[in-house]
């Protein structure tokens, strides 16, 4: 029996499986669509074209059963929930995901609608990738400039010590200075 939390884990994941079905379904169709139109008005559609959004709605296709998979509850045959599935809302590659597929996504219909150039949308994904290992990997290359080792940290005085070495500063007889010991 599942609890409340793995209750809710599960509406969400159906509730956003539902929506990237509907996701799936028009960026998929609607594209197809626009391009039948052109056609009908004398413009063509080249062979690069269909290829490009072949491959578009394989990777959407893709990361579309890989979330689906993930994210699917599993019920037994009463209909009881056995398993909520993977938390779809997770940060890290299930995020990824996400973005790869919103990316395929807006490719496919904004080169059917805006022109051949938004193809160029998916190097952002190689962009992203790079930034997000540099960040890992960054540091084992080059490593921190010395000085930025030498420099200590400027050690926090309590207001008690402020005031004791602004006395001793102005020469306050009230205050001895002490030779710490080594």
Sequence with gaps: MANTSQK?????????????????ILA??????????YRAFG???????????????GVSQF?????????????????????AGSDLNQPGVTEW??????ISWAAQVGSSILGEWVWLLY???????IY?????????IMPQSSSAEEEAPVEQLS????????RSERGDPRVKTQQRRA
């Design 63 to 83: 990361l579309y059963g890989r979330l689906a998979a993930l994210g699917k509850p599993r019920r037994d045959a009463n209909g009881t929930m056995v398993s």
């Design 132 to 140: 997000k290992a540099w960040g890992f990997i960054g540091p084992m």
């Design 28 to 37: 998929n169709i609607v594209p197809f669509l626009i391009r039948l139109l």
């Design 97 to 102: 995901m996400f973005d790869v597929l919103y």
């Design 159 to 166: 207001k008690r010590q402020e005031k004791l070495k602004k």
């Design 123 to 129: 190097l952002v994904i190689p962009v992203f990738v």
């Design 43 to 57: 413009r063509r559609t080249s062979i690069k074209v269909w290829i490009m959004s072949a491959i578009a709605t």
């Design 8 to 24: 809710k884990i599960a509406s969400q994941n159906e509730a956003a499986l539902k929506n990237l079905l509907y996701g799936q």
